[in-house]
């Protein structure tokens, strides 16, 4: 793509751009696959996107519907192409028709993104918890393991109460069929797992070692499907025995570990590894508050309109995904005014932390590496951060990633240079310790 940039005054700049045909191409080419994703679009063998819509939804001429679609993505292109850094997306213009295989002539008045200075760039003051797993946390975590590892043997017989564990011998039939997957001459059964229906252990609750009994049970929801014909006897009352950490078990189980106590070890080691995990990512959304209260600068109406319908978009999208409408998601919000309240602030808190980072990254005359920008592609593609950083720059949305990149690299640095001190969560209302 071909940019030329002029200056229009006001911290805008003009770009001229022509697109070649491959590019028009590609640009059809995405907007007919998030077309197909939003419309429900089966995709058929040997089909186009737009034969396919045109037989599903009757659609004859699917370039003119996403036409506007396409035009919009090529706009990032000419952004990222001068390497600029909008503050809100801009939308390009054209006197052309967009079409396939030819190329394509477009202008955009593009906002740059403002530079703001902050009060300080004095070191931020965190107070976060210690680094520390109280003993009971990792018992209780190793006899979670243990418990994985339970054996049953058996009981006393008695009647069998809800909870119990027992060994069965089950012919179960629906319509005289029997079900194979079901019958069994012996195998554990738990009370209350889940591997039958409610009514199957109500039927089996009182019955005694060694009483057969023969009862029909549904399954919940499925009234349609009838009715199964079941014959129980209970051949043996069992009790979970949970093992004990020992070097033979741990020699027998996790031959990794040299002993008992190494297991032990190790298991503290991972909480511990957890827990300053944690502690970490807390640090760096604090250190990012901490250093947006010395940001005092004057944002425009125009960017924070644009920040705002950006977020709601994101909520829709999510709270679509999870089945609830948004006017149901609002009123759980409080109603109108309150998720409005809401939005407001979270529009202006995601702006001014991330103009503060900007701001530090230029004080400290910070540099981007080509790790930087892999490690906030990893937030887009944990398994594949190269793969997200093609993603993003296959998009034209480079520009977008690098302004990661840098924000990341200048909350790293916030993090490694604070005043940290730790508070003790037992002891509220005390000074921390340095």
Not at 211 to 222: C, I, M, N, R
Not at 301 to 307: G, N, P
Request: net charge negative; hydrophobic share 40%.
């Amino acid at each position: 793509m071909k940019v030329t940039e002029k200056k229009a005054g006001d911290g805008r700049v003009r770009l001229d751009a022509v697109a070649s045909p491959a590019e028009v191409n590609h640009a059809f080419k995405v907007a007919e696959q998030s077309f197909a994703q939003q419309a429900g679009l089966r995709p058929v063998s040997g089909k186009t996107v737009a034969q396919a819509a045109e037989e599903q939804l009757g659609i004859k001429d699917l370039d003119s519907i996403i036409r506007k679609d396409a035009l919009e993505f090529l706009a990032p292109f000419a952004i990222d192409k001068r390497n600029l850094v909008p503050a809100y997306p801009s939308s390009p213009s054209s006197t052309e028709v967009l079409q396939r295989n030819k190329p394509f002539e477009f202008s955009q008045v593009v906002t740059l993104k403002p530079d703001y200075e902050l009060d300080s760039y004095d070191p931020v003051s965190l107070v976060v918890p210690p680094l520390h797993i109280d003993p009971s946390e990792v018992e209780a975590q190793i006899a979670q393991i243990l418990d994985n590892y339970a054996d049953y043997e058996p009981a006393d017989p008695r009647p069998i109460q809800p909870g119990d564990a027992m060994d069965v011998a089950l012919s179960v039939s629906q319509e005289g069929k029997p079900l194979d997957a079901l019958n069994t001459d012996n195998r554990l059964y738990i009370m209350g797992m889940g591997f039958m229906p409610p009514s199957f252990d109500e039927n089996v609750v009182g019955m005694n070692v060694g009483e057969t009994k023969t009862f029909s049970f549904a399954l919940p929801g499925a009234e349609s499907e009838g009715e199964f014909e079941c014959t129980v006897t209970i051949n043996e009352l069992k009790r979970k025995k949970v093992p004990e950490l020992t070097d033979e078990w741990v020699a027998s189980h996790f031959p990794m570990y040299p002993n008992a106590e190494a297991m032990r070890q190790f298991v503290e080691a991972s909480m511990t590894d957890e827990l300053r995990r944690q502690r970490d990512e807390l640090m760096t959304t604090m250190a990012a508050a901490e250093i947006a209260k010395r940001f005092h600068g004057k944002i425009d109406d125009a960017v924070y309109e644009a920040m705002r319908k950006t977020l709601l978009e994101n909520m829709q999208l999510n709270v679509t995904a999870q089945g609830v409408s948004m006017n149901d998601f609002i009123q759980s919000q409080g109603g109108e005014q309150q998720f409005g309240m809401m939005l407001m602030l979270q529009t202006r808190q995601m702006l001014v932390q991330g103009y503060a980072l900007d701001a530090v990254f230029r004080h400290e005359k910070m540099e981007l590496t080509d790790e930087d920008v892999l490690a906030a592609a990893a937030s887009i593609n944990p398994q594949n951060p190269a793969a997200g950083k093609r993603s993003m720059e296959e998009m034209g949305r480079g520009f977008a990633l690098r302004e990661m990149a840098a924000r990341t690299k200048a909350n790293k640095w916030l993090v490694e240079n604070a005043i940290v001190s730790e508070f003790d969560p037992e002891s509220q209302g005390d000074e921390p310790t340095a």
